[in-house]
């Protein structure tokens, strides 16, 4: 069930997420500004683009060196990354007591992968009533019903996180973080605002609604029509 932060969109999706205010989330933004801010087109990996930043202002990468690049005239935005790592650089070593590149990602990425083991993607629930053959008793945030997409025959087990509750009485709506087992074999195959169901057993207990995405490998690329079969 462990997955890794591979790409700029699901690590930006997670910070987006992230309502709390807190010198990671402050560091992570910049990282995400210097990503957005370097020219090689359509670049999505961090992995990449960390090797790119390393290629161009050599290692180890340190507020000084960072500073020492001047500008050529075709350099604007490498100039301009560099910036956001270099104040990086600069609040993680004041206020983490971290000042190696590495392993300040390090630090950023395995505190995102921790909610990322949490969600693959942010979906309205609606429990059916007791009378409507649903639950009898409240279900509580950690819960793992079966997910059923209507393209698909297979069913995976889905966490649920709730967002704002610990319990959900049948009948009641919720939003809710969804964690599922089986990511591989849903990849590139949903999109926001497809419905889905819940189910223990064969019993209908609930429906899901995905309103966000998190997980960029599950999400079906634009102008695919093609679900998997």
Same mark, same amino acid.
């Given at each position: 069930? @462990?997955?890794?932060?591979?790409? #700029? !969109?699901?690590?930006?999706?997670? $910070? *987006?997420?992230? =309502? %709390?205010?807190?010198?990671?989330?402050?560091?992570?933004?910049?990282?995400?500004?210097?990503?957005?801010?370097?020219?090689?087109?359509?670049?999505?990996?961090?992995?990449?683009?960390?090797?790119?930043?390393?290629?161009?202002?050599?290692?180890?990468?340190?507020?000084?060196?960072?500073?020492?690049?001047?500008?050529?005239?075709?350099?604007?935005?490498?100039?301009?990354?560099?910036?956001?790592?270099?104040?990086?650089?600069?609040?993680?070593?004041?206020?983490?007591?971290?000042?190696?590149?590495?392993?300040?990602? @390090?630090?950023?990425?395995?505190? #995102? !992968?921790?909610?990322?083991?949490? $969600? *693959?993607?942010? =979906? %309205?629930?609606?429990?059916?009533?007791?009378?409507?053959?649903?639950?009898?008793?409240?279900?509580?945030?950690?819960?793992?019903?079966?997910?059923?997409?209507?393209?698909?025959?297979?069913?995976?087990?889905?966490?649920?996180?709730?967002?704002?509750?610990?319990?959900?009485?049948?009948?009641?709506?919720?939003?809710?973080?969804?964690?599922?087992?089986?990511?591989?074999?849903?990849?590139?195959?949903?999109?926001?605002?497809?419905?889905?169901?819940?189910?223990?057993?064969?019993?209908?207990?609930?429906?899901?609604?995905?309103?966000?995405?998190?997980?960029?490998?599950?999400?079906?690329?634009?102008?695919?029509?093609?679900?998997?079969?």
């Amino acid at each position: 069930m @462990d997955d890794k932060i591979e790409t #700029y !969109n699901t690590l930006w999706s997670l $910070v *987006d997420l992230d =309502a %709390e205010n807190h010198k990671v989330k402050d560091i992570t933004t910049l990282f995400l500004n210097a990503m957005n801010d370097w020219p090689t087109m359509n670049q999505t990996l961090i992995s990449d683009f960390i090797g790119e930043l390393k290629n161009y202002f050599g290692e180890p990468l340190t507020i000084e060196k960072l500073d020492s690049n001047k500008f050529n005239g075709q350099n604007a935005w490498q100039l301009e990354a560099g910036s956001s790592i270099a104040d990086l650089i600069d609040i993680s070593t004041q206020f983490c007591n971290e000042s190696e590149f590495d392993k300040i990602i @390090d630090n950023i990425l395995n505190y #995102y !992968n921790k909610e990322f083991n949490k $969600v *693959d993607f942010i =979906a %309205e629930i609606q429990y059916l009533t007791t009378e409507q053959g649903g639950r009898k008793t409240p279900a509580k945030s950690g819960f793992r019903p079966q997910v059923k997409f209507d393209f698909d025959e297979m069913q995976t087990s889905g966490q649920q996180t709730f967002i704002n509750k610990e319990l959900v009485n049948p009948g009641e709506n919720v939003i809710a973080k969804i964690k599922i087992f089986s990511p591989d074999h849903f990849a590139y195959t949903l999109t926001e605002g497809m419905e889905f169901e819940l189910r223990e057993g064969s019993t209908l207990i609930g429906k899901g609604k995905i309103e966000y995405i998190v997980n960029e490998k599950l999400e079906k690329p634009a102008g695919n029509n093609v679900y998997k079969k």
